[in-house]
């Protein structure tokens, strides 16, 4: 079949990695992708955003499954465009991507099923938004409603920082998206991401990882997209994940399916865990990155028949058979990240490094130049490894970091330090 992934991460290499591999993938196509996609597919420069104009070029190639990456297509309703045209889609609506694009919906889908998460109250203007932090006292939590890439989440330690976030957010900072805000109360714990497939009515859990979202080593600095995972989170434990599947995970599924607005694809569940019980922090509507790259590296080519399935409401066939391994990933990001950065600096020496089902290099950032591969963003790379334990992988991971020549970038040295 003919597959068409949308997106240019890390998350979509190395979701066009593992769909490569499985018979069933005759031509495969990535929008726009980056200089890592190109090397094992074909990139395609579309506007991911605009649902017709994904339509056409999946009309005119011929296309039979388009799987969408990231949350702003999803959110766009490309996904519906996709299927209002006849197409097969992996990925929810855009009203049950809400889950990911308003957190005000995800609260209230909460309080609707009875999934535990924290304590809350939403906010419209500022003045109301400011009294209740004062009442409440710091650590508190202040989000924007809407998709901020990322950015739109602050864990305030004090109350000033908390105060600074909401005049941040009413004034303009995220746009449309701090139009709403929700203020949550802080939750401690320990913090992992259990992946679901769903196609509305079954759910299967394909796995669990840890990310580090701070900057630099020890967790420590600005919060970033992600500097490095690894796969499985030994946090989520079989019955941890069991409670999360009764409490969290299948109430919500058959909430959205109660209002008429199922979700299918994969759902992303931010867990706390603390005292062996599992909150919800957030949903997202799409695998993590780099969280998707610890997993595909583990479900390989078997990845896209759990796409299919999920896409063709079949989920209840299917099974996931997993490899009983570790994987990590690092993340090499332009010297800056995640401030300002410069763009086009070389990369050096990843022809050299191995690239098999145990170890790859997923690009992000890249573009390739006559010079070879410049950097082309702030994450750049993410050096990937299994191996029969966490620290085998996490060792084969920076044996390849430090084969990388490239002065231009830096990464974390302490991905894996909670598990390990
Ligand atoms: N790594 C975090 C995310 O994908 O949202």
């Not at 190639?61 to 197409?87: K, M, T, Y």
């Not at 109301?128 to 989000?143: C, E, H, L, N």
């Not at 070879?372 to 029969?388: D, E, F, M, P, W």
């Not at 390849?400 to 002065?407: E, N």
Request: glycine share 12%; proline share 4%; aromatic share 6%.
């Amino acid at each position: 079949m003919n597959i068409l992934i949308l997106g240019s991460g890390g998350r979509e290499h190395a979701l066009a990695w593992a769909v490569k591999q499985n018979p069933k993938t005759d031509r495969l196509i990535v929008a726009p992708g980056n200089a890592g996609t190109a090397m094992l597919a074909e990139n395609a420069d579309i506007d991911i955003l605009d649902g017709a104009a994904v339509v056409t070029f999946c009309e005119e190639n011929a296309i039979d499954f388009v799987i969408v990456g990231p949350e702003a297509p999803l959110a766009a309703g490309v996904a519906d465009a996709c299927r209002a045209a006849g197409l097969l889609a992996f990925g929810p609506s855009a009203a049950a991507a809400r889950l990911e694009a308003s957190k005000a919906f995800t609260k209230e889908i909460c309080d609707a099923c009875g999934a535990p998460t924290a304590a809350y109250a939403r906010f419209t203007e500022p003045v109301a938004a400011r009294d209740y932090i004062r009442a409440q006292g710091a650590p508190i939590v202040v989000k924007a409603d809407g998709l901020a890439a990322g950015k739109g989440v602050i864990v305030a330690m004090t109350e000033a920082e908390a105060l600074a976030a909401i005049d941040d957010m009413f004034g303009g900072e995220f746009g449309a998206a701090g139009a709403e805000v929700v203020i949550e109360d802080f939750m401690d714990g320990e913090e992992a991401s259990f992946f679901i497939l769903t196609d509305g009515t079954n759910a299967l859990p394909i796995g669990t990882a840890q990310d580090h979202k701070r900057v630099g080593d020890g967790d420590t600095g600005p919060n970033t997209g992600g500097m490095g995972a690894y796969s499985p989170a030994p946090v989520l434990t079989d019955s941890l994940q069991q409670q999360a599947m009764d409490r969290i995970v299948l109430p919500t599924i058959r909430e959205m399916a109660r209002r008429g607005t199922p979700y299918q694809g994969v759902l992303y569940a931010g867990l706390m865990i603390r005292d062996g019980q599992a909150r919800l922090v957030e949903y997202n509507c799409r695998f993590g990155d780099p969280e998707a790259q610890v997993l595909m590296m583990r479900l390989g080519a078997q990845a896209l028949d759990l796409m299919l399935a999920t896409a063709e409401g079949r989920l209840n066939e299917a099974q996931v058979n997993w490899a009983d391994d570790h994987a990590l990933t690092v993340v090499m990001a332009a010297k800056g990240y995640p401030g300002a950065y410069a763009k086009g600096s070389q990369i050096r020496g990843l022809e050299e490094l191995p690239e098999d089902s145990r170890h790859m290099v997923f690009h992000a950032g890249t573009a390739s130049r006559d010079a070879g591969i410049i950097a082309s963003g702030g994450r750049v790379l993410n050096v990937t490894a299994r191996g029969k334990t966490l620290r085998e992988a996490r060792d084969a991971a920076y044996a390849m970091v430090d084969r990388i020549d490239w002065p231009g970038g830096f990464c974390r040295r302490d991905i894996g330090w909670r598990a390990l």
